[in-house]
């Protein structure tokens, strides 16, 4: 899998709900600082449409041949962060493919939020299920002929942040959970069942 299929999967999915930037100056000002080592890599910038107040979220997205390269990224990562003026530093993302990598790995990368917020492609993952971990997640209805998000799903992504235990399938219980009308115990045990073993909810 090459980074433009990640671009492409991105573009379809934001069409309609985001503004997208994947060229200019800013997008060349930001690719000229990847090292030449970097030699699949591109950027897109973002912007939620319907909202005066949203700033741009910058994607960084690298192939990297492996977890060795990890640092010439976090470099790019750190250089792009530079380059942006607040508050856009606060939405800055990366998205790596980086070969022979476990799962565990991944999430280990992930757990490193220094520079920006780090998503690595999983074995046997789909780039859907990739996107699905972003603030790129699934609209869950429509009004009107606008999409409409589930505050519940973004508290819960942002929340799984800190905790990479809670995965989507987990996310999916939890939002059942808090959408069940349980209240107290019940509540607690629900959620507590998804939590992991010896583990404490957040």
């Known amino acids: 899998m090459a980074t433009e299929d ?22 060349q000002g930001l690719l000229a600082l990847a090292s030449a080592d970097l030699s699949d890599c591109r950027v897109i ?15 960084l997205i690298a192939s990297l041949g492996s977890e060795q390269e990890l640092p010439i990224a976090n470099r790019w ?3 792009s962060r530079d380059r942006l003026l607040e508050p856009e530093t606060a939405d800055l993302y990366m998205i790596l493919l980086v070969g022979g990598l476990t799962d565990n790995d991944g999430a280990g990368i992930e757990a ?8 690595v ?4 993952e789909s780039i859907e299920k990739l996107l699905d971990r972003t603030f790129l997640g699934p609209v869950i209805a429509m009004l009107g002929g606008e999409a409409m998000f589930d505050p519940f799903i973004e508290a819960l992504l942002q929340t799984s942040r800190g905790h990479n235990w809670l ?20 509540l607690f045990e ?13």
């Open 77 to 79: 990562a750190a250089d």
């Open 45 to 59: 910038r973002l912007r939620r449409n319907n909202n005066d107040h949203a700033g741009w979220r910058t994607l």
């Open 6 to 27: 990640i671009v492409a999967a991105i573009l379809l999915r934001v069409e309609g709900r985001f503004s997208v930037q994947t060229e200019g100056p800013e997008i």
């Open 121 to 124: 492609f999983r074995m046997e």
């Open 190 to 202: 629900m959620l507590r069942s998804t939590a992991p073993v010896g583990g404490k909810t957040p």
């Open 167 to 186: 995965d989507a399938d987990k996310r999916d219980s939890w939002h059942s959970a808090l959408l069940s009308g349980k209240t107290g115990s019940d």
């Open 112 to 119: 490193n939020e220094q520079f920006c917020r780090k998503y």
